[in-house]
């Protein structure tokens, strides 16, 4: 099993996810931090650079969608909720009214309790989160595993370090929390595959206390093979490093294959309801696990299947099931038509990630785009690059478009434009993109129609991709580890 899911991850575990089949469940959810996550990417070329695309937003209102998932835990119609849960949510909506908060602690209530119903009696859940709502969050696990025969069993505190402002006028927030629920007191804990190290002093104490001590040999093996880590975790964020992917929360693997050694086995199923870059199924996947991510935004899904192709070849992608993807054209019109605004842009990033590989950055400026959806970048020579500007339409379209999407072509100073249509474009289309002529491609000895005219029904029956290869690769490969000596030295070293 190697699902990857596109849509919301309520509606998902609810229609995909069966009860009591999955063996260890890791989110790192937004923690309503009311800011605006993007992803760095690096521009190849004479002039290098950096672009950001926005990647999700954390902030949170009272709307619609957050008063019916309150009333659904109030009505509680099923039974699905504790009637602790029930109280819980309901006091907090006398202290902290209907706003920002509220919304979030809804939001996580309903996927909380979901992921507590496909969790097998021997699972394991660990929240990942910070101080702006770990003690919110923790009232809500209590009331959805303890009061059912859970059990409570660790706050782990991921330490790291980094640079703070030189102005500040308090202690620098270095560490996020990560709680650890059992659904019962029957679990998995392999203490012998995270055991680390004993500290140099350490060691020699105990080789000076074996003198005349007594202790068996097996205890000598015991401790010789290193200590059960501590509840703090300093594990390192390798800015920049290899793992490094530009996604703005992304988490070192360190992290998640302790976490994931823990609590599982080869072959047991591993969830992650939110998994952003895909460094929970990636891991899962090198210690050869079942996974299922999930994740809302198609820039993500778009970033796990780029990510899991470079560090496990391209095979892997005829393995994973997916599903949210539009793989025809009503699919595709449902998409661009979602309402919700978490999904505004959902089409657009779907057509062109989907049209170039996974390699183009999305513009996600709400009406200030000037008519550029996205951007690429390809080779020109050794040391130089070009870009390409891409345009997606789900109404009618008209030779205007054409028109002014050249024109926007040429204030960004592209050479080349794709645009994206759902409808089928007009012979008077054609005439104004073939108009505007072609471009010579030096380095490939090929001739381009500098606007190319692409229909979603080429990109989804014909399986139509841009054909020109591109220098800056938006996800940006991770190394594929060639022997399990590499592997064991990533898990194992410091970054």
């Known amino acids: 099993m190697k699902s990857l899911y596109y849509g919301d991850n309520l509606d998902i575990m609810r229609k995909h996810i069966g009860n009591e089949t999955v063996d260890l469940c890791y989110i790192d959810p937004p923690f309503n931090s009311n800011r605006n996550y993007n992803q760095i990417y690096d521009i190849a070329g004479k002039e290098k650079a950096q672009a950001q695309a926005q990647a999700f937003i954390d902030t949170w209102t009272w709307n619609k969608r957050a008063e019916d998932s309150f009333r659904e835990i109030l009505s509680n119609e099923n039974g699905g909720f504790t009637p602790q849960t029930v109280d819980l949510i309901k006091g907090l909506h006398s202290v902290l009214k209907k706003g920002d908060l509220l919304a979030y602690l809804v939001s996580m209530t309903l996927r909380i309790n979901e992921i507590y119903r496909v969790l097998k009696p021997t699972g394991s859940f660990y929240l990942h989160c910070d101080p702006t709502g770990s003690h919110y969050l923790k009232l809500v696990l209590d009331t959805i595993f303890v009061t059912r025969g859970g059990t409570y069993r660790n706050e782990i505190v991921w330490c790291y370090t980094g640079p703070g402002s030189p102005g500040m006028r308090q202690f620098m927030r270095k560490h996020d929390t990560i709680f650890w629920y059992t659904k019962s007191k029957a679990w998995q804990f392999n203490r012998d595959d995270v055991r680390v190290e004993h500290n140099p002093k350490t060691k020699e104490n105990y080789k000076?206390?074996?003198?005349?001590?007594?202790?068996?040999?097996?205890?000598?093996?015991?401790h010789q093979s290193g200590k059960v880590p501590e509840d703090?975790?300093?594990?390192?964020?390798?800015?920049?490093?290899?793992?490094?992917?530009?996604?703005?929360?992304?988490k070192p693997k360190k992290l998640l294959d302790r976490i994931i050694r823990a609590g599982s086995q080869e072959g047991d199923v591993i969830l992650d309801a939110y998994c952003g870059c895909g460094t929970t199924v990636a891991v899962a996947e090198r210690l050869k696990r079942k996974w299922i991510g999930i994740d809302i935004t198609y820039q993500s899904i778009s970033l796990v299947l780029r990510r899991l192709q470079d560090e496990f070849g391209f095979e892997i992608l005829e393995s994973i099931m997916l599903d949210g993807i539009p793989k025809d054209i009503e699919s595709a019109k449902a998409l661009s038509k979602k309402k919700d605004d978490r999904l505004r842009k959902e089409f657009e990033k779907w057509a062109i990630l989907t049209y170039t590989n996974n390699r183009a950055i999305i513009n996600d400026k709400k009406g200030a785009d000037q008519g550029i959806d996205g951007v690429a970048y390809y080779m020109t020579g050794v040391d130089e690059n070009a870009k390409a500007v891409f345009q997606v339409k789900s109404g009618h379209v008209s030779r205007k478009d054409i028109a002014q999407f050249n024109s926007d072509r040429q204030r960004e100073g592209a050479e080349l434009g794709f645009f994206i249509t759902l409808q089928p474009p007009t012979k008077p289309m054609r005439l104004e993109s073939n108009s505007v002529g072609m471009y010579k491609h030096q380095l490939m000895g090929r001739s381009y129609a500098r606007i190319q005219i692409v229909t979603i029904t080429e990109i989804i029956d014909e399986n139509k991709r841009m054909d020109i290869p591109l220098s800056f690769e938006v996800l940006k490969k991770a190394k594929r580890l060639a022997s399990d000596i590499e592997q064991q030295s990533l898990f194992t070293d410091d970054e």
Request: proline share 3%.
């Open 208 to 222: 000076e206390g074996l003198v005349g001590s007594g202790f068996v040999e097996a205890e000598h093996k015991i």
């Open 232 to 250: 703090w975790w300093e594990i390192a964020i390798a800015a920049r490093g290899k793992e490094y992917l530009g996604y703005p929360t992304q």
